[in-house]
């Protein structure tokens, strides 16, 4: 790869470090492991990693679990239980997703989720309860409507 030039003399060069899209707020998909296919947001991105984790990644949230199709025929307990979303949490290598152009609005999940508690299962559980409860909210406001559905592929 080539270093770019900028609009002035032709010695001076731009640094050419890899520029990372997988930002907070970036929907992605997983595609290695338990929740492959699945949908996750990008909660905090690590590029140079941590000291327990040297190798490049990110926290994400997503959906396990999509919600499924409610009729006007069904009785609001049923179309309560539909509507739920199961949500979860996990560090994932960048080389394990895939980002898409699409985002969702993260600031209240970013405060809830850090590497404690990815360790902490008290802490994880609670995180987790957090964010099935943002995402059914979002869900109900019809907010990023892509991200609430199943992919297909």
């Not at 559980?125 to 909210?137: G, L, T």
């Not at 019809?142 to 609430?148: A, D, T």
């Amino acid at each position: 790869v080539r270093p770019r030039q900028r609009n002035g003399p032709v010695n001076e060069l731009i640094s050419m470090e890899p520029i990372s899209v997988i930002k907070s707020g970036r929907v992605c998909l997983v595609l290695q492991g338990r929740f492959a296919g699945k949908k996750a947001v990008v909660i905090r991105a690590y590029d140079n990693g941590t000291n327990e984790h040297k190798f490049a990644h990110a926290i994400v949230a997503g959906i396990e679990r999509t919600p499924r199709k409610v009729t006007k025929a069904m009785d609001k307990k049923k179309a309560a239980r539909r509507n739920k979303v199961k949500p979860f949490v996990k560090r994932v290598n960048y080389q394990h997703m895939m980002p898409t152009r699409h985002r969702y609005e993260i600031a209240k999940e970013r405060k809830l989720i850090h590497t404690e508690s990815l360790t902490e299962p008290a802490l994880k559980k609670a995180a987790v309860q957090q964010i099935r409860e943002s995402f059914e909210k979002s869900y109900k406001s019809n907010k990023s409507p892509w991200f609430f559905e199943k992919l297909r592929f």
